[in-house]
């Protein structure tokens, strides 16, 4: 889960039970060499929750880190069958946001604070 901050909200976010549910959608970052090689390009990979859509993980994103945010993408990637010995089962499936943020910003994912 993400640790919420006390910000203020984006603008159009009522109460701070909306945009706390809105923050909730971001799981963590999805670490791996594709997505990477993407943060030159201004592109972030997120995994969310199966509930989020493209603009709750937009807002999410305008308030973790106060960046504009010019395109969503969001990728099911299915369950996949795995097995051991006989015993058949799933690796379970996940959604992951693709982020593309305006020229010139970048996100500090792995920053200390």
């Not at 159009?12 to 993407?38: F, M, Y």
């Not at 990979?45 to 989020?52: D, E, L, S």
């Not at 693709?98 to 010139?104: A, E, H, N, R, V």
Request: proline share 3%; no cysteine; hydrophobic share 35%.
């Amino acid at each position: 889960m993400v640790k919420i901050k006390d910000k203020q909200p984006v603008a159009g976010l009522k109460r701070d039970k909306d945009w706390r549910k809105i923050l909730e959608n971001l799981s963590a970052p999805h670490v791996t060499e594709k997505a990477t090689a993407q943060e030159e390009l201004s592109k972030y990979i997120f995994k969310v929750t199966q509930r989020a859509n493209k603009i709750s993980v937009k807002k999410a994103i305008g308030i973790l880190y106060n960046k504009n945010v010019r395109k969503v993408a969001i990728i099911n990637v299915k369950r996949k069958p795995m097995r051991k010995g006989k015993k058949v089962g799933y690796r379970s499936g996940y959604k992951k946001a693709i982020i593309t943020l305006k020229k010139g910003e970048k996100l500090d994912l792995f920053a200390k604070r």
